[in-house]
């Protein structure tokens, strides 16, 4: 399993607090993604990055906030701004160049809002 | 941007019988197309892909048709077995973007 690591795997947060989730790889992967899985809903985007220092919104950013100032390193900020962030994240990282190709998936974090 | 819709969203069928997922895809732009299989708890992994220049590709019991003029892929899995079940994705890329849009996922049920 190892590659892609994510930390902590549980995580409890109280109301108005935020909360940074960890994601860690050693595949020397160009792109790095956050997606958030809820049931019945697949996989959502929420930011991902193709080069250090710069990364883009995906199709629900919104209460997120992410760095990028490693290129093994993708840690994913969940703010007081997010309504409803009880969820299971995913990160995941793909090399570049010549195609898409797979992405390989990290454990995963799933975060609960008391 | 792209939308990505699967069916069924559970299927159950009899150990030895085959399985069949579709997915449509909205934009024309896309030519990538895996497959994702997620056990419970677990993370999901890749377990076929498909990319716009071929309409088929098999691995041993599994294999992915895709229509390029329709937009729509399929997933097929023959002879069936209980280590089988588990949710699958599709999805959909672009080179160009090098991001994914994923289908709400179909939990496949092994009956034995």
């Known amino acids: 399993d190892g590659g892609i690591t994510q930390s902590p795997k549980y995580l409890f947060r109280k109301e108005g607090q935020n909360v940074t989730l960890s994601c860690e790889q050693n595949l020397n992967h160009d792109a790095m993604y956050w997606y958030r899985q809820d049931p019945g809903q697949g996989l959502r985007l929420i930011y991902y990055s193709q080069i250090v220092n710069d990364f883009q919104k995906g199709d629900i950013a919104e209460g997120y906030s992410v760095s990028r100032e490693k290129k093994e390193s993708f840690p994913l900020t969940v703010t007081s701004a997010q309504k409803n962030p009880t969820a299971f994240y995913l990160c995941?990282?793909?090399?570049?160049?010549?195609?898409?190709?797979?992405?390989?998936f990290g454990p995963g974090t799933r975060l609960t809002v008391l | 941007g792209e939308n990505v819709e699967q069916h069924p969203s559970t299927l159950s069928v009899q150990e030895g019988d085959s399985a069949v997922i579709k997915c449509t895809y909205s934009d024309s732009a896309s030519n990538y197309f895996p497959w994702y299989k997620q056990e419970l708890g677990k993370r999901p992994q890749l377990i076929i892909d498909i990319r716009s220049n071929v309409g088929e590709k098999k691995d041993q019991r599994i294999a992915v048709t895709l229509n390029k003029t329709a937009k729509h892929f399929s997933l097929h899995i023959t002879e069936t077995q209980p280590e089988d079940s588990a949710v699958y994705f599709c999805?959909?890329?672009?080179?160009?973007?090098?991001?994914?849009?994923f289908g709400t996922g179909t939990r496949l049920t092994i009956i034995p």
């Open positions: 999805a959909a890329g672009n080179s160009g973007n090098e991001k994914l849009t």
């Open positions: 995941a990282s793909t090399s570049l160049g010549g195609g898409q190709d797979e992405q390989f």
